[in-house]
């Protein structure tokens, strides 16, 4: 199976400061969290059968075959033998893994699962064959001209290979394949050629061996797990070959960088369980359908047991149904939420979902001109101290000026502009 196709290399640079879902590194952690939700061997959301026909609908014929007798016909044990075979299977995939088509990957879940399954299986039978402790893989790849230059400005970062990863321990066959393929059927691609180097003393995500489970038999191939996340070591122009060359280093579990990227995303996830929080994920991504019935599934299969997690679940859902028009919906899951959150809170401490809760009821209310009940949640969202209040103060201008109180709504217009820039400045000292 010729390794030349192509896939979605994302970056994970320390440079890059800024907030999850406004950088390079949001796609990078987005990916992270997927993963680490398509993999996770105690999720219960994961269907236990395929519709692939039915949801991809080809019209090609031989397609259409295919995915009837794979939905027919697929067992755990074969599916490294269904993604290296040379049909439509591992095709869509992994376009929908460079498209990041969250809705395409999900109903390949359990696919994914067994297929890095059986490569932890092999993969601890690998390592025993094994006596030098740094080994080399080996794959030819198309890139775009922005994604070379992308991956040039940040040598000595982290990178993550977006799908599974064939390579190859015959670096000749690579190259040959690589400087064989014409230039000019390239369009706006380049030929890049990527030696992987992997210490094996180091556990990291899991690679094996295929010869014995592939479609081909080919003795040669590597199989690495999705997601697997390297350290950017060096590309130059091969002046003889007229390619590039690209290394990178298979980043092991107590890799100091890999570390300092877990440390940041958990700063990042703040306390918030990795299953909720790639709901919110989702619904940054304007995937609403997709979002819903990730919290609808966390709460049916009874996921968490602490009611904050719940509270969360709830939250999410009602911010769906915001977005959607389904305001009555929302209004239940955000009470929901608070009935959860009260429950665990002290009157000392208020959780801070509890300000956002009902400065939602607020906003809600508000929308449908429920004005006096809008500002009965919007003066409890006043009550908990929290650096977001410029948006209860803009709600409540907003009040005021369709009460023609425009003394008040321009007070409060005003409060809400001072409350932003004091919330705004206080962020940039952290």
Sequence with gaps: MENLDLIS??????????????????????????????????????????????????????????LKEFDKDYQSGKSIWWYTKDCCISKLLNKAFKSLNIDDIIIFNKFIFDINKQIKDQHKLFL?????????????????????NRLKSNIGQLISMNSFLITSTNKEKILNNLTNRSSLLLND???IFIEINVNIQSPSRPFSPIKSLNNYLNEDDI????????RLDEIYFNEDLQIWNMKITLCGDNDSDLKEFFLYLNSELNGINKYIYFGFYLFQMQKYKLCQEHFEKLLENQIFNDPIDVAYCHYGLSR??????????????????????????????????????????GQ??????????????????ININNEHLYQTYSGLAHIYYKLDNFHLSLEYLQKSLENKFISSSYAKTL
């Design 223 to 230: 199989l690495f797990t999705c997601g697997c996340i390297f």
């Design 128 to 148: 025993k064959t094994k006596t030098n402790s740094i080994i080399q893989f080996y794959r030819g790849q198309f890139l775009s001209k922005d994604e070379l």
């Design 364 to 381: 809600i209310y508000l929308k449908q001109n429920q004005f006096l009940l809008s500002l009965q949640f919007y003066n409890k969202a």
């Design 320 to 361: 769906v149904n915001y977005i959607l028009g389904e305001y009555k919906s929302s209004i239940n899951n955000l009470n929901k939420s608070l009935d959860c959150l009260i429950e665990y809170s002290q009157e000392e401490f208020k959780h801070k979902l509890i300000f956002q809760c009902y400065n939602d009821l």
């Design 9 to 66: 290399i994302n970056v994970y640079s320390s440079k890059d400061s800024l907030s999850i879902h406004k950088s390079l590194n949001g796609e990078f952690i987005g990916y992270q969290l997927l993963f680490e939700r398509l993999l996770d061997e105690t999720n219960e959301m994961r269907e236990s059968k395929f519709g692939l026909y039915q949801y991809f609908k080809p019209d090609n014929s031989h397609d259409q075959r295919i």
């Design 189 to 191: 691609l380049i030929k």
